[in-house]
């Protein structure tokens, strides 16, 4: 049985209603795409825009997902970079400056080429939630200025800090002009959108219950099936595939968010007076912004054994409050939550489950940007251009082999070393 959207901010505020229909009877095409998030509808325009027949299966409605639940900050660069230098070295180094801005790249031309509506605003930063935290975050800043990102990169000293926010809750940190923050529910839509007029055949309420690769893959619905060339498992933390690579590879994690009534303009130019997308330097950290009807929208406590709580404002406000005061008496209009896809060395895992079946998940929490880069690097592979998939392809994932209910209790138990670590 598929869902409604969650009941969200975005979901209120969506501004588009298209109904895809389902899946019913047999169809052939060159690529079958399974998932209706960012990963699976970017694959889809590419691969649409290349020349290529294309149908998206959607198991309940385009961005029902985390594509369309998140806090819709678009930030440069993934997750797990250290990591992945650490395995690929000087290459590795190479591939990260390359694809780091790709994904914003990809956002915003189709922005401008489709007409997306999604309330694109540029500038994001990471505060320092203690002082020790500015040592990384000025050397983190010093490195994107030696990478050539000076023009677009500032570091903000403590003495900085009144004015840029209205909160005394850091100690510094680095602003990035060139990312920044999005409605990422009417991205998904708007994208979906677009891919519908490039050909891409699009089911909603269709869940893949079987798929297989080799010389003939297919992928089944309840009503219907498709064959095709190539299969893009684009089903992040949902999908029931977990098989070969993916067993024991990617545990889901809640991650939460609250929004406000729309603040007054004062207020809203008190709290975040440059409209930027905000994180701070925590493992298990606080991400906020101003949404496009100025309200705080707010998010964080990543829940690791993921048993969600039981009031998402209860776990929220507080410490929305803490950061702003001025917001104690303002009342909380949405809550709602999502999965997060988790890989334990962070890195995302990109790769073949079987032959002509590709996979991409694992984001992090960096999605936004990441899921289009990956949308690109598996739309080359399965075009014949396999440089960067080779190299995600080669990396070294640790695995779990033992489900995902313990993996989930292990990774709590590392998370409240985490948070004690944060707190100290
Ligand atoms: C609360 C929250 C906050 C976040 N904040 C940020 C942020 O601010 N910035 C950022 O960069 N990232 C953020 N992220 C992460 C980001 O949203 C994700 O990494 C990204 O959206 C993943 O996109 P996706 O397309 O891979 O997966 P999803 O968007 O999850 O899409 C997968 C889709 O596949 C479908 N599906 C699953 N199984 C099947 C099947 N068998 N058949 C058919 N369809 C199937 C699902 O219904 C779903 O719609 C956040 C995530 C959450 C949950």
Request: with cysteine.
């Amino acid at each position: 049985m598929s869902e409604p959207h969650i009941n969200s901010y975005y979901a209120a505020t969506a501004n588009d209603a298209t109904r895809y229909p389902r899946l019913q009877g047999s169809l052939t095409v060159d690529v079958c795409v399974i998932g209706g998030g960012f990963s699976g509808i970017s694959t889809a325009i590419t691969m649409a825009e290349r020349g290529y027949s294309i149908a998206l299966l959607e198991a309940n409605r385009i961005g029902w997902g985390a594509s369309g639940r998140n806090g819709g900050q678009m930030i440069y660069g993934f997750s797990g970079e250290g990591n992945l230098k650490a395995q690929l070295g000087a290459e590795g180094a190479r591939l990260i400056r390359d694809l780091r801005y790709r994904g914003h790249d990809i956002i915003e031309s189709r922005i401008k080429t489709h007409g997306i509506s999604c309330d694109l605003k540029h500038g994001w930063m990471e505060m320092a939630a203690r002082e020790k935290h500015m040592a990384g975050l000025r050397a983190h800043y010093e490195e994107m200025v030696a990478d050539g990102h000076g023009d677009h990169w500032e570091l903000v000293e403590p003495e900085a800090l009144p004015g840029l926010l209205g909160t005394k809750a850091y100690h510094g940190g680095m602003i990035d002009r060139r990312s920044g923050h999005l409605h990422p529910l009417n991205l998904a839509k708007g994208e979906a959108a677009a891919a519908a007029k490039l050909g891409v055949k699009i089911f909603e309420d269709s869940s893949v219950i079987e798929m297989q690769g080799g010389a003939k893959p297919f992928a089944r619905t309840a009503e219907g099936r498709v064959e095709a060339c190539s299969i893009v498992l684009a089903g992040s933390t949902e999908h029931k595939f977990e098989r070969g690579p993916l067993f024991g590879l990617t545990f889901p994690t809640g991650s939460y968010i609250i929004a406000t009534e729309p603040l007054s303009e004062s207020l809203a130019a008190e709290l975040n007076p440059q409209d930027l997308a905000v994180a701070d330097s925590n493992i298990v950290l606080d991400y906020y912004r101003l949404t496009a009807d100025r309200r705080m929208l707010f998010g964080g406590r990543c829940n690791y054994s993921n048993r969600d709580p039981a009031s998402l404002t209860s776990a929220l406000q507080p410490r929305l409050v803490e950061i702003f005061p001025q917001l104690r008496d303002t009342a909380i209009a949405y809550e709602w939550g999502g999965r997060i896809d988790i890989v334990l060395n962070r890195i995302p895992a990109i790769g073949r489950l079987e032959p002509n079946v590709y996979f991409t998940q694992g984001y992090c929490g960096h999605g936004v940007n990441m899921s289009h880069i990956a949308a690109e690097i598996l739309s080359d592979a399965i075009c014949g251009t396999t440089e960067k998939f080779d190299m995600f392809d080669r990396i070294r994932h640790i695995r779990l082999p033992i489900g995902r209910w313990a993996g989930n209790q292990l990774l709590a138990l590392g998370m409240v070393y985490y948070r004690l670590r944060d707190l100290l």
